[in-house]
């Protein structure tokens, strides 16, 4: 339980659980949505918050909190598949370009630098535009998941290099293991707040675009999601008209939620890192 | 001869191999997605209701048949594209007829390449100033105090931020337009022109200079601090050199260095968001056509805008990439 207090003792870490808790509650929530999520028309139209609908209800006629449980999930539906599956690509290539070197290595990064250069945003509108009826949650998250890894694994490489170079890799190789243990064993501790930082941020940046996407209309509009949401808002005039308790919903969630991503990733990384651990137990 | 060899030439090559690779995307993409592009969108302008006359139509569908390559075999139809690429020749705009795009993109670019420097180079200048220095000063307050402030704007995406910004100061607080500024063709440059330009671009360019200073901020505060304990800096600390000494010439160069490789890494990122960031506010660059064409359904107009787009930004990395060698000692003297 030792670590479980010295977790909670970094502030940024108690402000990122309570948040996060609190979004995954409501992202839970919708499956006890009294609504249907897609229908229009459900509940009177533009009224500002008051019991029973506690953030008001939109002029598509949805109750906005109820819409907003099913935006939470579905955004991290898109996100973490996102961020998963560009993951495993990132580490693979990562691992692999590091360790082996040479003419593999200049390839992967060659092809890495190409996807870090040219202005993503513009291909996977490219993209979008032609799967317009395909983009569901999930194709979404694969879509952002293939463009998603180059930064990563560049990151993941360049620890990777520096770790081939220590000593105990030398010793390790010399008593005889091989190259699997050598990586699954020593390696991945090292690079484990590595990747867990990069999912984060991956899953940050995956979010964002699916909003500008959304913006843009190249998703499923009908399916709720933050992007959606705060489309369906911009477009009915939700600022001019004054109904900030629709548009302010969508936005709000998504700045806590990413938020909360981070100063997660930045408290769980540091408390990983092995140097810091080390210090850590030496003060204790 | 030697740096010519080992620095130049793998640049170059990176160069023409990204521009060739980006631009073959741009003639792949339609054909991975296995249906007849050219119908959907002729359809698709239909449905929206705008009325194309039958010569419109005609030469759409053969723009389109071409642009997308579906006139002969697979290579001669690459051929043809290259071509057309080279000559900046990108067909008529759907609706803008008969405008050809390569006109639209011509008037637009200007904004956002203004928009896009301008605010990378303050962005990234000021990050990295206020970096070093709470780096340097690490464990005083304020700077513990700055570090917390950044990390919770650092996460938030451009868009939102954007619309957060927009809100607060356009119709929260009236102080800045919504945009909505339209150019002729023709600028002349007046003051009144100049202050629109500054009350319309202010919003935009401090988005993107918080969001972009924000992570040069990070890294340069890391930076620095690890600088600070390598032994050459502790020696010259120890041997009483002063302190403005230490941290113009002995910290900075160190941790200019990986900063200045980092902006070429981050062109890519930082222009995207450049155009994300001038959809929010009805910017009158690249992303504004890019949010109309878009919806719109104009696919040549997004085909030219990309196109221009990798040329423009790979073209920036290879200038930031030849500028680099005077900055490094170790390249220079090689």
Redesign the interface.
């Given at each position: 339980m030792v670590w479980l207090k010295e977790l909670f003792g970094d502030y940024?870490f108690t402000v990122s659980f309570v948040l996060l808790s609190l979004l995954l509650a409501l992202a839970v929530l919708s499956f006890f949505s009294p609504y249907d999520p897609v229908r229009w028309l459900q509940v009177p139209r533009d009224k500002p918050p008051a019991w029973p609908h506690i953030l008001g209800t939109n002029s598509k006629g949805q109750d906005v909190f109820w819409e907003a449980t099913f935006a939470i999930r579905n955004s991290l539906i898109i996100a973490f598949i996102a961020g998963i599956v560009s993951r495993v690509v990132a580490v693979l290539v990562g691992f692999i370009a590091g360790y082996r070197g040479g003419l593999v290595d200049r390839m992967l990064m060659?092809i890495a630098?190409?996807l870090?250069?040219?202005?993503?945003?513009?291909?996977l509108?490219?993209?979008a535009?032609?799967?317009r009826e395909a983009m569901t949650l999930i194709n979404t998250g694969l879509l952002l998941a293939f463009f998603g890894w180059a930064w990563d694994a560049r990151t993941i490489r360049s620890q990777i290099l520096s770790l081939r170079e220590r000593e105990f890799t030398q010793t390790s190789l010399l008593s005889g293991n091989g190259t699997l243990p050598l990586v699954t064993k020593e390696y991945l501790p090292f690079t484990i707040p590595l990747i867990l930082s990069t999912l984060i941020n991956n899953i940050?940046?995956a979010?964002?675009?699916e909003?500008?996407l959304a913006?843009?209309?190249?998703v499923r509009l009908e399916i709720p999601t933050l992007g959606t949401m705060?489309k369906w808002a911009?477009d009915y005039q939700a600022?001019?008209l004054g109904h900030w308790w629709w548009?302010?919903t969508p936005?709000v969630l998504?700045?806590f939620l990413?938020?909360a991503?981070?100063?997660l990733s930045?408290s769980v990384s540091e408390y990983l890192d092995p140097r810091v651990r080390i210090q850590r137990i030496g003060t204790r | 001869m030697r740096f010519l060899r080992s620095y130049l030439l793998p640049r170059l090559i990176q160069y023409v191999l990204v521009v060739f690779s980006g631009i073959t995307a741009v003639f792949l993409i339609p054909r991975l997605a296995g249906q007849d592009p050219v119908l959907e969108m002729i359809a698709q302008i239909q449905v929206q209701g705008s009325t194309l006359d039958p010569t419109a139509v005609k030469s759409l569908t053969e723009t389109l048949r071409e642009l997308y390559g579906l006139k002969g075999t697979m290579f001669e139809q690459y051929l043809t594209m290259w071509k057309r690429v080279l000559h900046f020749d990108f067909g008529p705009s759907f609706f803008q007829f008969p405008t050809p795009v390569s006109d639209l993109l011509r008037i637009y670019l200007p904004w956002t390449l203004g928009l896009f420097l301008t605010s990378t180079v303050i962005a990234w200048l000021l990050g990295n100033i206020v970096g070093a220095i709470a780096g340097y000063f690490s464990h005083r307050s304020w700077s513990k105090a700055l570090d917390t402030a950044i990390m919770f704007v650092r996460p938030i995406p451009h868009y939102i931020f954007g619309v957060l910004l927009l809100i607060l100061f356009a119709y929260a607080w009236r102080i800045f337009p919504l945009g909505g500024l339209v150019f002729g063709r023709r600028v002349v440059f007046n003051l009144a022109l100049v202050v629109a330009v500054l009350k319309h671009s202010f919003l935009p360019a401090l988005t993107l200079v918080i969001l972009g200073g924000a992570a040069w901020f990070q890294q340069m505060k890391l930076l620095v601090q690890n600088v600070k304990r390598e032994d050459f800096v502790q020696y010259a600390q120890s041997g009483g050199i002063r302190e403005k000494t230490l941290i113009f010439r002995y910290i900075l160069p160190n941790a200019m260095l990986p900063q200045v490789t980092q902006l070429a890494l981050q062109f890519g990122q930082a222009f995207s968001g450049t155009l994300i960031i001038e959809m929010v506010f009805s910017y009158p660059g690249m992303g504004l056509l890019l949010y109309r064409s878009v919806t719109r359904g104009d696919y040549n107009l997004v085909m030219g805008i990309t196109v221009l787009s990798i040329l423009t930004i790979t073209t920036a990395v290879l200038l930031l990439d030849l500028l680099y060698p005077l900055l490094d000692p170790r390249i220079r003297h090689r």
């Open positions: 940024r060659g630098d190409a870090l250069v040219i202005p993503l945003f513009l291909i509108v490219m993209i535009m032609l799967l940050a940046w979010i964002g675009m909003i500008v913006i843009l209309g190249l705060l911009i600022m001019l548009i302010l936005l998504t700045v990413l938020v991503l981070y100063l930045v | -």
